[in-house]
């Protein structure tokens, strides 16, 4: 869902919406999301929550297992084009982040969609695993010898020279 800022400057908007893909994200059912977007002098607010689950493989194990990441919340805040720029040369001087993060609006548009599946890449687990445990963990077993790799036992032999 885009909303175009033309329309945010004459009033307050709230969104309530499904999405059934992502870009990148396979998803388990629809993504739901809900929130508002306001504007307050040249800045651009939108905030709102989601709910997703999604499918991806285990770690361990490699089998498909779905990720529930319940209900989170996210928020942003944007520039026009023009705004963004003079942002971004502050920057530049200041050679600082500071806390106003701002995201530019392209196209004089917010794309909820972006927004929201940005927050959800962030949000995924970085090592997704069965839980409690695998259910089938002999291929853990097949690898997870606690001997040295054979590749590296010629490293031993080298003996340091003075």
Not at 19 to 40: F, N, T, Y
Not at 44 to 51: H, L, M, R, V
Not at 82 to 103: C, G, I, P, S
Not at 131 to 143: A, F, R, T
Request: charged share 35%; aromatic share 10%.
């Amino acid at each position: 869902m885009k909303i175009k800022l033309l329309d945010l400057d004459r009033e307050n908007i709230k969104f309530n919406f499904s999405v059934s893909s992502l870009e990148g994200v396979d998803l388990e059912g629809e993504l739901h999301i809900e929130g508002k977007a306001k504007r307050l002098n040249n800045e651009y607010f939108i905030e709102g929550k989601y709910s997703a689950r999604i499918k991806t493989q285990c770690v361990r194990c490699l089998e498909e297992i779905i990720v529930d990441l319940g209900e989170k919340e996210f928020n942003a805040k944007f520039l026009n084009p023009q705004d963004y720029e003079r942002y971004l040369e502050t920057l530049a001087k200041a050679a600082e982040m500071t806390e106003e993060d701002y995201f530019e609006a392209e196209g004089n548009e917010i794309d909820v969609t972006e927004l929201v599946r940005e927050e959800l890449l962030l949000e995924m687990p970085q090592y997704p695993a069965c839980v409690p445990e695998c259910k089938d963990d002999s291929y853990l077993q097949k690898y997870s010898n606690d001997g040295m790799d054979s590749r590296w036992a010629q490293l031993l032999d080298i003996k340091i020279k003075n």
